[in-house]
């Protein structure tokens, strides 16, 4: 039976645990840049034992963007600064992944600790954002302009450039950033996508778009290297997409060659009510990977050790991802040993600090 400290073969990595730090948006970026505090933040977790780390959301183009300080893997000048980061982690015995985004109709916003309004395209860094529908997320949001067919392949392409980069810069895994709400999944959601072309409609059209930006990615993407895909796995609505369309896309998905899916949830409307408490949604991991055979990551409020390590030894899921906990202790990983009795290597600088 595995458990928390059992190491995972996926494709062409094995991971040493089974913990990864989530995609964590830190809106610190000048044009997409990475910098000294994305190397920091990122880095601190591979030193505290995370076995991978995903980076925050990182946009495919400019417009794809929540705010102005979201990283960027839109031009190849990021390139370089990713290096040191993805170098950094490996160093020290962790993977890494992007998480390749489009922020669709919740792009062009404030940034968190500035209040986090929408701004209008006219205004300094605000630009117009795009959806599968001109449907705004609230009654008081500018509507999104809905994209047509050239739009849509532009976006495609995009994500084709942006997985060649991550591959360029050493990232290991790519996760495509298919919830909260953000353009993939505002093309899932038939609450967010009316479209009457073949983008819109039936699940078979509204799946459409993701499988088609997984198809760009493969072809620049080695088939040997992991990709996972993180899904709002119920919007917590009556007429919304719900956790069976999930366990549908995901048996479509592993044929395509998607090896995990990260069970989130919510996101794409603004008055759902989510019943949070600890383990939320590790219910969703479960049903997904018990009912399509998938590999599958828990996440959201999963804080301590012997949480973390029930939901791998009960099989509910294969991996933990963990975002505020890694914020509150970036060593969660070497505690987390400790608390469990597992002997794990520490990095050589901290080693007087291990305990005995
Ligand atoms: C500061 C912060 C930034 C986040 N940014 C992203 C992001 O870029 N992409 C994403 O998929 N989720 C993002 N999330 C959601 C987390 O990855 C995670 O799913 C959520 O916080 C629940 O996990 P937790 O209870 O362990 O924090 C963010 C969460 C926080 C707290």
Not at 22 to 44: Q, R
Not at 120 to 129: K, V
Not at 148 to 168: P, Q, T, Y
Request: charged fraction near 25%; include cysteine.
């Amino acid at each position: 039976m595995p458990h928390l400290f059992s190491p995972i073969k996926i494709k062409n990595i094995e991971l040493k645990n089974r913990i990864v730090v989530s995609p964590m948006c830190e809106y610190s970026s000048t044009d997409g840049f990475a910098n000294d505090w994305h190397l920091v933040h990122l880095g601190s977790r591979a030193v505290g034992g995370a076995a991978l780390i995903i980076t925050e959301a990182i946009a495919v183009s400019p417009e794809g963007r929540i705010t102005y300080g979201d990283l960027g893997i839109y031009k190849d000048d990021h390139i370089e600064n990713l290096k040191r980061i993805t170098n950094f982690a490996h160093q020290h015995g962790a993977y890494i992944g992007t998480q390749l985004a489009h922020a669709g109709r919740k792009a062009s916003h404030d940034l968190p600790w500035k209040g986090g309004k929408q701004v209008p395209a006219d205004e300094p860094n605000g630009w117009h954002a795009v959806a599968p529908s001109a449907l705004a997320f609230t009654d008081t949001e500018i509507a999104p302009i809905a994209l047509d067919k050239a739009g849509i392949e532009k976006i495609k392409a995009d994500f084709k450039v942006a997985a060649k980069r991550s591959l360029d810069a050493g990232f290991d895994v790519i996760e495509l950033h298919g919830a909260h709400g953000y353009l993939i999944n505002e093309f899932l959601s038939p609450l967010s996508n009316h479209r009457t072309d073949e983008y819109g409609g039936s699940f078979e059209n509204r799946i459409r778009f993701l499988l088609e930006v997984i198809e760009s990615v493969q072809e620049v993407w080695p088939a040997e290297n992991p990709l996972f895909v993180r899904i709002s796995a119920t919007e917590w609505t009556e007429d919304g997409w719900t956790a069976d369309d999930s366990v549908a896309l995901a048996k479509v998905l592993i044929n395509k060659g998607v090896d995990l899916i990260d069970c989130s949830s919510g996101g794409n409307v603004a008055t759902a009510k989510i019943p949070v408490k600890p383990g939320y949604q590790v219910e969703f991991a479960e049903k997904v990977k018990k009912e399509s055979g998938i590999l599958t990551g828990a996440v959201g409020m999963i804080t301590e050790p012997k949480q973390a390590d029930e939901i791998i030894q009960e099989g509910e899921a294969d991996l933990v991802i963990m975002a505020r906990e890694f914020l509150r202790d970036p060593y969660f990983p070497l505690r987390a040993a400790h608390v469990l009795n597992e002997d794990v290597k520490w990095p050589l600088q901290y080693e007087r600090a291990k305990w005995q």
